[in-house]
């Protein structure tokens, strides 16, 4: 049973899990060491232990690509089509875009953008295979202009091998864990190196991205997934359908909903044992909705959404647009009784791979912008340099860089 909570009472319930990922990094540091030391040797000793790959290759055929995606059925390619075209739709528009503007006479600034080399995703496949992780990192890599990327999936599932063929990667890769991460960080004589991974896995993935950082580009460190909803009212079955949703992911999943009304409390606990009766997903959902889950009454809709900044949930659900003025920190905002979490997951647009753990504190989701550079680009012309030339020599001089100094004025005085 969901716990129903006073907002006092938050405090524990946001505790957040820093000891699970320092355990899991102790865990993953030898096997980092051990791709980076040996390679492919190394990568396949830990893919058939852990990954229980059969094959002599992590790398996977195009004739198995071709074979995945010939199984799948009219209605799961449909699908694929309808939620590929609204992903790429969504980033494109968010696409940083190459310029030049005059800011004042003879000064112009501007940008370029330019695609990263080589990206790599990874897709997971443990307790439920995900072709819509797949679209959601691969097609904004296109839309960025990235000409080489690869995605690797523990399992050999045909929605997952048969999508990434229908989106036309060719890199495709059998591999899982703390291995996959490494072998993308480092490059080995089959997968190429990365500039950038992306994508989520379990605690031990989220613990190699975080070791390797800096080493190699990521998007962010995901830990398990999270909603928070606000309701002051609202369909009980509706909003206990959207915390089972998240709810189901897996044990450590987090739903929360924050509500000043008892009533409503009452009725979305009720629902939520009534929903959770029959789900087939129920053994998973059910220890979520009891370890880290409740139901929590606040004062007032201010206090909600102050204890949602608080919280930074990576899925943040609200009943109308009125509150969105005082929204601070989400990873993505589901507006409205008929926009449920589950339209972002598969076909909306907005990405769904989003940052966890407080980390919306700092960022939004995956997007375009994440896959590309953005090169500053100035041009002076010698009237504009002049005009600048006080300014630059002067606080040149202050930092004691006379040579910066000497650089304007040996153009500024050779007229």
Do not use: W
Not at 53 to 69: G, I, T
Not at 342 to 355: E, F, I, K, R, T
Not at 358 to 366: D, F, T
Request: glycine share 8%; charged share 20%.
């Amino acid at each position: 049973m969901i716990r129903i909570l006073d907002s006092k009472q938050v405090g524990r319930l946001f505790a957040r899990r820093a000891a699970r990922l320092g355990e899991a990094e102790a865990v993953v540091r030898p096997i980092l060491e051990a791709v980076r030391k040996r390679g492919d040797r190394a990568l396949m000793e830990y893919a058939r232990k852990f990954d229980g790959l059969e094959r002599r290759s992590v790398r996977v055929p195009r004739d198995e690509l071709v074979q995945a995606a010939r199984s799948l059925s009219p209605e799961f390619r449909d699908a694929v089509g309808a939620a590929s075209a609204n992903i790429g739709t969504f980033a494109a528009i968010q696409k940083p875009i190459s310029g030049m503007r005059q800011i004042s006479s003879g000064l112009q600034l501007g940008q370029i953008v330019r695609p990263l080399d080589s990206v790599a995703a990874y897709i997971p496949a443990g307790r439920y295979p995900l072709p819509s992780t797949l679209m959601m990192t691969v097609i904004p890599a296109k839309v960025a202009g990235v000409q080489s990327i690869s995605v690797a999936s523990p399992r050999a599932v045909n929605e997952v091998f048969g999508t990434a063929h229908l989106l036309g990667v060719q890199n495709v890769f059998q591999m899982g864990g703390a291995q996959a991460i490494a072998a993308f960080a480092f490059g080995t004589r089959t997968v190429p190196k990365a500039d950038r991974i992306v994508g989520p896995g379990n605690i031990y993935v989220a613990a190699a991205k975080k070791l390797l950082a800096g080493e190699v580009g990521i998007d962010f460190i995901a830990g398990p997934t999270e909603i928070l909803i606000i309701a002051a009212e609202g369909d009980p079955c509706f909003l206990a359908a959207d915390m089972l949703a998240q709810a189901e992911h897996d044990v450590d999943a987090c739903a929360i909903l924050l509500t000043t009304s008892k009533r409503l409390a009452k009725a979305v606990a009720a629902q939520i044992e009534q929903q959770l009766t029959g789900l087939p997903t129920a053994a998973v959902a059910r220890k979520a909705i009891a370890r880290n889950s409740a139901i929590v009454l606040t004062q007032s809709l201010d206090e909600a959404i102050a204890v949602s900044n608080r919280f930074a949930p990576e899925h943040l659900s609200i009943s109308d647009g009125t509150l969105l003025s005082q929204v601070t920190h989400a990873g993505s905002v589901f507006v409205g009784p008929f926009s449920p979490e589950a339209a972002g997951d598969y076909a909306s647009g907005p990405n769904h791979v989003l940052p966890t753990n407080g980390a919306a504190r700092l960022r939004g989701g995956l997007s375009s912008a994440d896959y590309v550079k953005v090169i500053s680009v100035q041009e002076l012309s010698e009237k504009a340099l002049r005009r600048l030339a006080p300014t630059i020599t002067t606080l040149a001089r202050a930092e004691g860089l006379e040579a910066h100094a000497r650089s304007v004025e040996v153009r500024v005085n050779a007229f």
